[in-house]
């Protein structure tokens, strides 16, 4: 460990890794690059946002036998929204990166290529690429901008460095292609991860966080429209891109200041089932309602999406259609071959069919996202179905995703969400007139068994009896009127 003095501010300042070229002070902010022996200061970089990750500097785990400490991260906003980069030190002396994205994670490091590898140019999202150690399926393409950054990191990144890079995907497996310094792509692999896979240590618990946030994770807090200030819910790092359920205005809630993306017009009445806000408990945690999108297809026919959030569990779906509802969690493991070009897909050694192939458009939207979105944006929609199981991946030009959709019973939703059951038909009662009625029909019948023996004989008789029966009824009833 190489340790420092702070060129701006004379306070310590520690390289852990031999591969680490620069650092930045968490005292005044200011980079401080190591070259040959010496330091010096490179300008400032901004304080990480807060984003409510459980990752820190510090935070230790393993991978493939392997055992890492995070000792820097890079923090880089693009069109649609926020992800972190973390530096990672392995105990072999190795180097590499733990993606931190909407929950999702993947761990990559440097290979040096066995292939050629495409230009950023070529690369468009849903295509393949050989990479030299299996056929790759772009899923999408960036370019991002540095917003701020932490401890070590092993190049010079300072406020307005852009990245360009394409991610691609082969069933679990991942790498990454990074244009950001030549034509000639720099490529990491590695594979999709979770925390409990890795066996993560020293994560922080929302009690550290709301020491250094002031306010729990899992608390929703709200943000007034500057447009026509409405109250809109949301989750301060994590959910940050908004649309207001009363003018439809778009914000960007990622930074201090909520920043204005486009002003809307006045959102059409939705009658929603579930409110934005709205609580559950699902299994043994607590989830809530952060946005809810209308989606229309073929022959307009449209459904509604919920985004639900736990800050244990992170985010999934709730989808209701007319046939029913369905939750929809995104796939860290991709089909094979991970492309709508063939008319099926395998997954988890079962072969799924392609059933439906249609374009979507959102109609409305509201509440808080951890991506932008707004009325009229399209994706197409492509489903695979094996039994009950249902895939379905959704596609634009920048990025391409799976899900996996299970079918839920409108009982269980409500259970979720305490919802109110549906309100059953009043049996009108019946009155003494009725029921002197239904007597006197009951009469008529039992007449007609002798009628159809002996129909001359006994047709005089049932007309004299009903007379009797119906002239008085009816009279009664007319004097009640």
Not at 30 to 36: C, I, N, R, Y
Not at 422 to 449: E, G, H
């Amino acid at each position: 460990m190489l340790k420092v003095s702070c060129p701006s501010c004379g306070a310590p300042v520690a390289f852990r890794s031999h591969a680490s070229v620069m650092a930045v002070c968490e005292f005044c902010r200011a980079t401080v690059h190591k070259d040959a022996g010496a330091v010096r200061e490179l300008g400032k970089v901004s304080e990480v946002l807060e984003d409510y990750s459980r990752i820190q500097l510090g935070t230790a785990g393993a991978h493939g036998g392997r055992s890492f400490t995070v000792i820097g991260r890079i923090q880089l906003r693009y069109d649609a929204g926020i992800w972190n980069e973390w530096y990672l030190m392995f105990d072999d002396g190795g180097a590499g990166w733990l993606g931190d994205a909407s929950g999702q994670y993947t761990l990559t490091q440097t290979r040096i290529p066995d292939a050629t590898l495409p230009a950023f140019d070529a690369v468009r999202v849903g295509g393949q690429h050989e990479l030299g150690f299996g056929l790759y399926i772009v899923s999408d393409k960036r370019v991002a901008t540095c917003i701020g950054g932490q401890g070590e990191l092993p190049f010079t990144v300072g406020d307005g460095w852009q990245a360009r890079v394409a991610d691609l995907r082969r069933g679990a497996s991942f790498a990454t292609l990074d244009y950001s310094d030549d034509d000639q792509p720099l490529l990491y692999s590695g594979a999709a991860v979770t925390l409990e896979g890795l066996k993560c240590q020293l994560l922080r618990d929302d009690d550290a966080i709301k020491a250094s946030a002031g306010r729990y994770r899992a608390r929703v807090d709200t943000l007034s429209c500057p447009s026509c200030g409405t109250a809109i819910g949301y989750l301060p790092g994590l959910a940050n891109q908004l649309v207001c359920q009363a003018c439809a205005t778009r914000l960007d809630a990622s930074t201090p200041q909520a920043e204005v993306l486009a002003a809307g017009e006045r959102n059409d009445k939705v009658n929603l089932t579930l409110k934005l806000g709205q609580e559950a408990k699902i299994g043994a945690h607590d989830y809530r309602v952060l946005g809810a999108l209308r989606r229309v297809g073929e022959d307009n026919e449209s459904w509604t999406e919920y985004l639900l959030y736990s800050p244990r569990m992170g985010f999934f779906w709730l989808v209701e259609t007319v046939e029913g509802w369905w939750r929809s969690d995104v796939l860290d493991e991709w089909p094979e071959p991970g492309t709508p070009a063939v008319p099926y897909v395998k997954y988890q050694n079962a072969q799924f069919e392609r059933t439906l192939d249609y374009p979507a458009r959102v109609t409305y939207a509201a509440g808080a996202f951890n991506w932008r979105v707004k009325v009229g944006d399209r994706v197409r929609v492509r489903e695979f179905e094996h039994g009950q199981a249902s895939l379905s991946a959704e596609s634009n030009d920048s990025e391409l995703t799976w899900s996996r959709a299970s079918a839920v019973a409108f009982d269980q939703v409500r259970a979720w969400f305490k919802l109110p059951a549906p309100a059953r038909s009043a049996k009108k009662p019946a009155t003494a007139a009725d029921t002197q009625w239904r007597f006197m029909w009951w009469i008529v019948c039992l007449n007609f068994i002798p009628l159809m023996v002996n129909f001359g004989e006994t047709l005089m008789w049932l007309i004299l009896g009903l007379a009797a029966l119906f002239v008085p009824a009816s009279l009664m009833n007319k004097d009640k009127r």
